[in-house]
């Protein structure tokens, strides 16, 4: 089990008794609980029942352990703390299509844990059925138009989650359309983007002044204007110019800051110049906006930046590693032209954790084994055989699999992949990729089952309880991005002894996406190869060990986040104090009427 990546590749494996298994996917029955997995008698029936005993003895263990020394496990200890507005075109798990919006479904709560008081802003996409209207309307100038928007709001882990509604976001995504968050297609852009985003980021200045919250016993009514706002990457690049020309200006939000948090440099909202008039922005941020490039999409020549304008507006500047704040200052290539810009304004890399409530192998309900560090080795091997059975390839514990999950675009590589497919498949292994996105690359992993129909399976969908099943059951995670800020999978896949922290590494990959280098396909190939010569050697046990005994979550970050953003010195801030999230399930998240 390990992680094959084009910065970090490990590999570790799970070495245990073979039980061969030569049916298809329609013999394999998978049930939770007490319940076997039979392969036409194959299987011993008690091999599971041990494995579930075991665990369920440690919870017990656990469990009697908290009762002797109780301690609040999933409470939060509420300070005076910071008031928090998180403002993201994605929030997870409403709407994600990668690590924004993981970033915006783990962090905050993490942040709420700490005592302070937390709210996130994020377009109402679909009919969300844990979000009830708060009958609170605004409205704002979008273009020439004046628009009404209104607000849902659920309250969970201590969170605030608010979503605005307007028929730019609930008409074009919801539902049976096929479209997606950004467009209606992938690398197709809807052409009202900026009336979009221009929206999203006038409520969001809004919410906190007008909607009055009371969710919890610590904090009631509205957030005030002695906020800290934090916009994600460049669709709330707007955020910081509206609060200074529209609000600052008028006295309201005079201790308010923004926190610019880049997650992707690749993306940065580029526009006509001309389409400067419909954001309804003073000519003085003009310059701010002022951007020259040398490609002809989506007019050649001079543009608008969104993202420039986000960096050089905000107060502090963030993105979510150090090694990727190095790298976006490194050059014109890594910092994408804006790389003088960010030197300029200075950044502070703080490495992202993960959601460690869902990623849990201890209790993922999506896997029909549970598992921990103890239980790993006996669970892995059922778990890839279930994996191989739900994909129909050959159920053999011995094959190693190699899994991907991911965007199907260039930066994550995965027109790499698939070129370099042919390279390695003869040897020894199974490969099986999760994703979605241009329609081409969609298309070219859907064909592999007709090329490799032994070897290989393409799933061009979104399906998370697949995700949670291929971490779970690979043997390597593939990850031969050109360039990756923080890569959320390679944490996941740790937390389910799939990578440990030390192994094989592909190199630098060419950045540049017009065409697929062929240096770099020799690297993804010669680097699987080696990993493949691993499998099943005693050193990979340790690996498991390793990458399993640490400490993924946010609860490191979100006080590094804490040191920066009480730097701002908003009014009433102060430091947090030590708690715990509360659990997904917990009785706190109710649904606000």
């Not at 029955?29 to 011993?44: E, P, S, V, Y």
């Not at 919801?174 to 968050?181: A, E, R, V």
């Not at 993202?307 to 976006?328: C, H, N, R, W």
Request: glycine share 8%; hydrophobic share 40%.
């Amino acid at each position: 089990m390990a992680t094959v990546t084009a910065s970090h590749l490990v590999s570790t494996v799970c070495q245990v008794n073979s039980h061969g298994a030569d049916t298809k996917a329609a013999n394999l029955i998978c049930m939770k609980n007490q319940a076997a997995i039979t392969h036409n008698g194959l299987r011993f029936l008690n091999m599971l029942d041990r494995l579930q005993m075991r665990t369920n003895a440690k919870a017990v263990a656990r469990q009697a352990v908290k009762q002797e020394n109780p301690r609040p496990w999933g409470k939060i200890i509420w300070g005076k703390g910071l008031n928090l507005v998180f403002v993201g075109a994605e929030c997870g798990p409403w709407s994600k299509t990668g690590g924004l919006g993981d970033v915006l479904g783990g962090l905050p709560p993490a942040m709420a844990a700490n005592g302070h008081r937390v709210m996130t802003v994020s377009p109402r996409y679909d009919q969300y059925m844990d979000a009830w209207d708060t009958s609170v309307l605004v409205e704002v100038k979008v273009g020439d138009k004046i628009e009404t928007v209104r607000f849902f709001h659920c309250y969970k882990r201590g969170v605030d989650r608010v979503f605005v509604d307007h028929p730019m976001f609930l008409e074009k995504v919801w539902g049976k359309t096929g479209s997606k968050i950004y467009g209606p297609n992938a690398g197709v852009d809807y052409k009202d983007n900026q009336l979009r985003f221009s929206l999203l980021c006038q409520a969001a200045l809004e919410a906190p002044k007008v909607l009055n919250l009371n969710t919890n016993r610590y904090f009631s009514g509205p957030y005030g204007e002695d906020v800290i706002f934090i916009a994600n990457d460049w669709h709330t690049g707007l955020l910081p110019c509206y609060l200074k020309s529209m609000y600052q200006s008028r006295d309201i939000y005079m201790n308010a800051k923004v926190a610019f948090c880049i997650h992707n440099i690749a993306y940065q909202g580029r526009f006509p110049f001309s389409d400067f008039s419909v954001l309804n922005l003073p000519d003085r941020f003009k310059s701010s906006f002022d951007f020259f490039d040398g490609y002809p999409k989506p007019i050649k020549g001079r543009k608008i930046n969104w993202m420039k304008a986000g960096i050089l507006e905000s107060d502090k500047v963030l993105t979510v590693s150090p090694y990727y704040a190095q790298e976006l200052i490194s050059g014109e290539d890594k910092g994408v032209e804006l790389d003088n810009i960010i030197r300029k304004t200075g950044i502070t890399g703080i490495v992202n954790g993960m959601d460690v409530q869902e990623w849990n192998p201890a209790t993922d309900q999506h896997i029909n084994v549970q598992y921990d560090a103890s239980t790993v080795m006996d669970a892995k091997p059922i778990l890839k055989e279930t994996l191989q059975a739900e994909m129909g390839l050959h159920c053999d514990r011995n094959v190693p699999v190699v899994g991907f999950i991911g965007r199907l675009e260039e930066q994550k590589g995965s027109d790499v992949l698939a070129e370099a497919i042919p390279r390695f498949i003869g040897e020894n292994c199974q490969i099986v990729i999760l994703g979605t996105g241009k329609k081409a690359m969609e298309e070219q992993i859907e064909n592999l089952e007709t090329q490799y129909p032994d070897k290989a399976r393409g799933i061009a969908n979104f399906n998370v309880p697949l995700a949670h099943k291929i971490i779970a059951g690979s043997d390597f995670i593939l990850i031969p991005s050109r360039f990756e800020p923080c890569g959320l999978i390679q944490l996941h896949a740790m937390r389910y002894g799939t990578e440990g922290f030390t192994g094989f590494q592909m190199g630098a990959f060419n950045v540049e996406c017009d065409a697929v280098d062929p240096s770099d396909l020799d690297k993804v190939a010669k680097t699987v190869k080696k990993a493949l010569a691993t499998y099943g050697t005693p050193t990979m046990n340790e690996m498991i060990r390793n990458c399993m005994a640490q400490d993924l979550s946010w609860k490191g970050p979100s006080k590094l986040w804490e040191k920066l953003l009480l730097s701002l010195e908003v009014a009433g801030s102060e430091p947090g104090n030590e708690g715990e999230e509360i659990a997904p399930l917990a009785k706190e998240n109710v649904a606000t009427p």
